[in-house]
């Protein structure tokens, strides 16, 4: 390791569901996690990890820039992501 540098380990998971987000959310966090922002939390160790549901990809991919923006900027809001409040955003 070289001065100034620290070594990081950080996870993704893809989750289908609110109930999935809501339970890794939970589990993770417990006895000494700490939650982030933007779906971003670290474990009781330390270890990083977003927990991202995969409608993301639609909502962000869509080729209709001005939804896909709102989606981006309700998460931006966000610790814990909400599903039906990112697709809330993009229907306005």
């Known amino acids: 390791m070289h001065a100034g540098f620290t070594e990081a380990i950080s996870l993704f998971v893809k989750v289908e569901?609110?109930?999935?987000?809501?339970?890794?959310?939970?589990?993770?966090?417990?006895?000494g996690g700490e939650p982030g922002r933007c779906?971003?939390?670290k474990d009781?160790?330390?270890?990083?990890w977003?927990?991202?549901?995969s409608v993301l990809d639609s909502l962000f991919?869509?080729?209709?820039?001005?939804?896909a923006q709102q989606a981006v900027d309700a998460m931006m809001t966000m610790d814990k992501l909400d599903i039906?409040?990112?697709q809330a955003a993009y229907d306005r």
Request: no cysteine; proline share 3%; glycine share 10%.
């Open 17 to 31: 569901t609110q109930g999935e987000i809501d339970e890794l959310w939970q589990r993770l966090t417990a006895d």
């Open 84 to 86: 039906a409040a990112l």
């Open 50 to 53: 977003q927990i991202v549901p």
């Open 39 to 41: 779906g971003w939390l």
């Open 61 to 67: 991919g869509s080729t209709d820039r001005r939804r």
């Open 44 to 48: 009781r160790y330390g270890l990083s």
